[in-house]
């Protein structure tokens, strides 16, 4: 079986169409169809069966694509060595969310560069469960998720986890819990909420905070920059859940919250068996929030 055809069969397992490859390789979708009908010959079974108007993988294609995983990391591997060896630098594609890049990425940068390796850093800000998917165009996700959500599970993914965050209440210089300490969830059941969009890990902390008060927390706005959230809450449009490394306007107060646990965790998704300048990137990265949650 060839490579370029086992990739094939591993973009579709991602992208999850051929019309969908065909685009993302610049290819036309019969000439994907063709190669993974040559690929389904050369394995003697079916990879693919019809699913509506559309194909999915058969048992013996989900099967195929694990060990094409497995394949094209070896050869990467390879092809890494043999590109460091000419040119002495690494490149690992790496995408984060722009909270979290803010707090690991400096650093990252410096200590990659110092270590041979080039990162090429995107932001990406999806919802838990759509993180993996991001693993067709990068090397490394960096992804958060509510600390009482399951962490992901697949045969395709591997999971590092980097941190925990706290999540404290954010109030404006005249609100009546600027000076407190702490606050209970049970005193904020009337309290009009500035939050991100629905499936991210703040807004799933509300949904937690509604299951011990009773009372569905009032979302007056919703948006997905905390630099905004910030202003609202300064001018005194609300409250909001805010990671505590990311509160910066210092028009605002941040609170701890009390009666439910409220955290992120940023975990780094990568495909199994990485390339090695892949895995010193996860550990460089572990070892910036190791530095950021130290005493």
Do not use: C
Not at 243 to 268: F, I, K, N, Q
Not at 271 to 295: F, W
């Amino acid at each position: 079986m060839e490579v370029r055809r086992l990739r094939l069969l591993r973009e579709f397992a991602d992208r999850g169409s051929v019309g969908a490859v065909a685009a993302a390789l610049h290819m036309t979708p019969s000439a994907v169809s063709q190669q993974l009908k040559v690929l389904a010959d050369e394995a003697g079974v079916e990879l693919l069966e019809p699913d509506g108007r559309g194909l999915r993988l058969t048992d013996a294609g989900r099967a195929l694509v694990l060990r094409a995983d497995d394949v094209i990391a070896a050869v990467e591997r390879a092809v890494e060595e043999m590109s460091a060896y000419r040119s002495g630098k690494a490149s690992v594609r790496l995408a984060m969310f722009p909270s979290g890049a803010a707090l690991l990425l400096p650093g990252l940068l410096h200590e990659a560069t110092a270590a041979g390796i080039d990162v090429r850093a995107g932001h990406l800000d999806v919802s838990y469960p759509d993180a993996p998917a991001a693993l067709t165009d990068y090397d490394i996700v960096v992804t958060h998720r509510d600390e009482r959500t399951h962490a992901l599970s697949s045969p395709r993914v591997r999971i590092t986890e980097l941190m925990r965050e706290p999540l404290d209440v954010i109030v404006s210089a005249t609100s009546s819990f600027a000076h407190r300490a702490t606050v209970s969830v049970a005193e904020l059941a009337d309290a009009d909420w500035i939050s991100v969009e629905g499936g991210y890990p703040v807004d799933d902390v509300l949904l937690s905070m509604s299951a011990v008060t009773g009372v569905a927390p009032r979302v007056a706005q919703r948006m997905l920059d905390f630099t905004t959230i910030e202003a609202l809450v300064a001018a005194g449009h609300g409250i909001a859940l805010m990671p505590r490394h990311a509160a910066r306007d210092p028009a605002v107060t941040a609170v701890t919250l009390t009666g439910v646990r409220a955290a992120r965790v940023y975990e780094a998704l990568t495909r199994p068996n990485p390339r090695r300048s892949v895995e010193a990137v996860v550990d460089l990265l572990h070892a910036q929030a190791d530095a950021i949650d130290a005493p």
